[in-house]
């Protein structure tokens, strides 16, 4: 696996905390919800996919791979994150990834994963950033994980990196976070229910052959 020293370091800095995209203004960001769902008693803002490039939307398309069905495989370079399933096919989801500096690549298992995660920044990341709190309790708006996280680990041992959902749906297909792997909040809570503990997973700078171009959104299936 080949874990750049520095993303490293500084994504264990940042490990979970609000990306570099900066927010549209007030009316513009929210144009990207659309009324409010319930999840196991937790109300959350809806995305609005009206408002979403097609091709970030969940969708079934071709895939060739020598990965075992179920390996969760990301495409850091066109923000895509792929579940392998059968018949040469994946279920493909939009993401947002680590901007410069904290981008990170090699394979992982998810070990551990929280509904409603509570958020808690790393002492480090509180020195360099004191206005944030200790913690933000799961369920709060205010919370950056959404409702899903799925932790990382590498040999048992926690890379700090996570695939959860995000507060800001415009950043996804964007490089925005401190190393983990944003989606849609509903795309999280889809991806959760499809990966048990153990699942493999690989990060890559990017795939060659093995998808379909992300501009054949036509050819793809969406998944509800």
């Not at 995209?21 to 609005?48: H, I």
């Not at 205010?142 to 749906?169: I, Q, S």
């Not at 909040?185 to 493999?200: F, M, S, V, W």
Request: aromatic share 10%; charged share 20%.
């Amino acid at each position: 696996m080949t874990w750049n020293r520095r993303s490293i370091v500084l994504g264990g800095l940042a490990l979970l905390g609000a990306g570099a995209v900066r927010k549209p203004a007030v009316a513009a960001a929210s144009s990207y919800f659309d009324g409010t769902a319930v999840d196991n008693g937790v109300t959350f803002r809806s995305t609005n996919f009206a408002k979403i490039d097609k091709r970030w939307h969940r969708q079934v398309v071709k895939y060739f791979s020598s990965e075992p069905i179920g390996t969760v495989v990301v495409d850091t370079r066109h923000h895509f994150l792929y579940v392998i399933m059968e018949n040469k096919t994946a279920i493909r989801y939009g993401v947002g990834v680590g901007r410069e500096g904290f981008k990170w690549f090699g394979r992982a298992t998810i070990d551990a994963k929280s509904l409603w995660p509570r958020w808690t920044p790393p002492p480090e990341m509180r020195k360099r950033h004191p206005e944030l709190p200790e913690f933000v309790a799961g369920g709060s708006p205010k919370n950056p994980l959404g409702p899903r996280a799925m932790y990382l680990h590498r040999d048992g041992v926690d890379t700090g990196y996570r695939f959860h959902g995000t507060l800001e749906p415009w950043s996804i297909g964007k490089d925005a976070s401190s190393g983990c792997i944003r989606m849609f909040n509903e795309d999280a809570i889809d991806l959760y229910q499809r990966c048990p503990i153990g699942t493999a997973v690989q990060v890559l700078p990017r795939i060659a052959d093995q998808a379909e171009s992300p501009t054949q959104v036509s050819q793809t299936t969406p998944v509800e």
